[in-house]
């Protein structure tokens, strides 16, 4: 996700199951941002949790290969413009608006800044959950494997 009038992004990673969103904010919108921002999200899941990641077809996804190497996931691309493919983190993002706007630059919030506007989506009740929140649905289904 970028901003407006910068270089800095978010780069985020949703699960799909349980809703739970990871974000991080990177200073450019490089593969190698990419990469730190994967390794960072990824280092706490269980290494059997994930299998595969869908990306876009951006620059900064220059790096699957590597990401496949590194998370031992199996990596996808949606297809050029059919957002509907990714619609569960387009959606995330487009919530996350609500506390980053479009046109603000983004090197303005700090990274405590993201964990806080993070958290709160992630406490926040979904209908697609039964109105669990997506951390409630995701220490569930921890508990359950």
């Not at 479009?102 to 506007?117: D, T």
């Amino acid at each position: 996700m970028r901003g407006g009038g910068g270089k800095a992004v978010v780069v985020g990673f949703l699960e799909r199951k349980t809703g739970l969103f990871l974000a991080s904010k990177r200073p450019d919108r490089t593969a190698n941002a990419m990469l730190g921002a994967a390794e960072d999200a990824f280092s706490s899941f269980p290494n059997d949790l994930c299998q595969t990641l869908t990306l876009d077809h951006g620059k900064e996804n220059a790096c699957h290969a590597e990401l496949e190497k590194l998370l031992g996931f199996k990596v996808y691309f949606a297809d050029p413009g059919c957002a509907w493919q990714k619609g569960c983190i387009e959606n995330t993002f487009g919530l996350l608006r609500q506390y980053m706007p479009k046109k603000v630059n983004i090197a303005r919030y700090s990274g405590k800044h993201l964990e806080q506007f993070v958290d709160a989506l992630n406490n926040r009740p979904r209908k697609r959950l039964g109105y669990r929140t997506p951390n409630e649905t995701f220490k569930n289904y921890i508990n359950c494997t």
